[in-house]
């Protein structure tokens, strides 16, 4: 009997069952799959990340080099001549070296060398997973806390959302640059303990935390204004008539429609945090040597821009390339889920 | 809207209030930060560097230090350096600030007027090739570190190119508008370029996607059916509304960049402004520099934030209320 009036109702919808089944997730993976420019540049940075993974399949297989130790007094092969790395000058009065500039050779320097003998192109490649972890890392920290941030204070509000909200006001009226710069040269000059955690200043998690925990503002805002008038809307007043529970209305009605604007803004946070880590690491006060990142190489290339571009330009060039792939990706992702999301937003209506 | 103004005003030195503390927590309260040490030098023996913390009033408790400090650096406005003895932290400040304004006011101007222009032509031609080149431009621009920008172009400009077409260009520094104008200008020039591609990009994109929202909109379609010129259309209704957000973002990013959001911009280009002041005592740990720079960094923050608030509720009266 009660078969029959299922069979009843679900019968029109019979026709197109295939869209009518089609979920939100399906939706917007199906128009993402549409656009052929964000697909275009997912592609690129899935090769920009397989081939910074690769770095020691590089340095040791095809390179042959050790890209952490300095080199000053090695030789390679540069047009079929064995060279030394480090070129005596012969301008002015022959003093001082100059590093070995491009061979264009994937075996022997690549990109050449940098101040100190390295191959910049093993480098560079090494810097790139130092700058993707510290970029996904800290996106990851931003995005975790902002939607525990958010949600706790939209939801509750009161006294709970005033502290919250100051809170992120203080650090949002921060210029974002300066209060990374502080945390880090206060961080990394010392290291970092509290109880039991010790963190030295050469950690990656320090650049990490400092950067997923500044950028927290940018997300928490919009979530916690989609928060407050999600509490408004119709299915949330049903469950509360129904007898939800806080933790029930938090769960299933509440988390699931933050999540799709925590999910878009990650690729533009993570776009974001790989800048802020480069412009940190090219101040010197993110990753340490002997690590290497992309900003840092900038840095290790800024001596040398006149005589070794190079140097100074490959990073950037990666950077610019990772960034504008994230920033395309992250539109494509936004018009695909939520097309009103926005980072960064001023008003939280 | 006077008690919309009161109660913004109280909020923003609540927040001014509360950055001062933050500040002075990071640098002063830190974990395993000694200022002592600094001052005192690497070896010291513990005898100098009791005397030292002694001298600098760092053996008092947190909150007279903190109130002795604020004291210093608004009401007698005598806080001295801890790096240079006896230098003053304020004329520092006081003498930073023209390079900054000179460098943001410029890259200011440019951007407004590049993305303006960018932001219409891709809202104007949407869907077109037009639109998808202006915002393909637009993020690249975006997607550039500026720091890195900064030193592509000092390459062309002070280097490979300088011979030929960018020989006019002067040496990498500041030169005061009072001094040469058509100096200060030449010196400005690329970093104020430099600085604007960001924004440019940013800009134009927020802009273009305003404008395409506001053709959606039924004043818009009422215009059109009233007979009005689409060029009326498009000045008088749509730009209008669509500045609204652009203003808004535009006194929160021009805050921030006075503040001394431009340092990376100062520091590659040899401008020596308040970022770049702040990143020099970062360096050496010179606690009351940092200090009175963060907090002039603040207030260009927090008063950018209010005013544009005020300017929002100048506008919409609905706000006021919220």
Redesign the interface.
Known sequence: MSGAIVDEVLAPAGGDLAIAAAGPWQLARRRLLRNRVALVMAGLLAVIVALCLGAPLYAHHIAHTDPFRSNLDGTTIANGKRVPVMVQSTQGLGLGVTPIGPTWDVHHYFLGADGQGRDVAARLLYGGRNSLLIGTSAALITCFLAVLVGVVAGFFGGLVDGILSRLLDVVWAFPVYLLAISLSTVLIARGFSLGPLHLTSGSLLLPITIIGLVYIPYVARPIRGEVLSLRRREFVEAAIGLGASNWRLLWSDILPNVVTTAIVLFPLMLAIDMLTEAALSFLSIGVQEPKASWGSIILDGQDLLYTRPAVALAPGIAIALTVLALNVLGDGIRDALDPRAKLRKTKDD | MLRFIARRFV?MI???F??SV??FL??FA????DPAARIAGRNADQQTLKAVRHDFGLDRPLPVRYALMMKKLFITRDLTSYVNRGAKVIPQVTQAAPVTLSLVFGAAVIWVIASIAMGMLAGVFRGTAIDTTVMIVG??G????????G??V??IT??RLHGSVFSWVPPLGYVPFTHSPWGWFKALLFPWLTLSILYIGIYARVLRSAIVEAQEEDYVRTARAKGLTERRVLFRHALRTSLI?FV??FG?DFG?LV???A??TE?VFGLHGVGKL??DS??N?DLPV?LAT?MY??FF??VA?AV?DLV?AWLDPR?RRA
């Open positions: 909020s609540f927040v001014l509360s950055i933050l500040s990071i640098f830190t974990p395993g930060v993020l690249i975006i997607s550039m570190p500026v720091f890195w920008l030193e592509v000092n390459l002070q280097s957000g808004s973002l929160l921030a503040g001394g959001g340092l990376l520091v702040t990143f970062l360096q740990l940092i963060v960094a603040a923050v927090v934030n544009v929002y706000v």
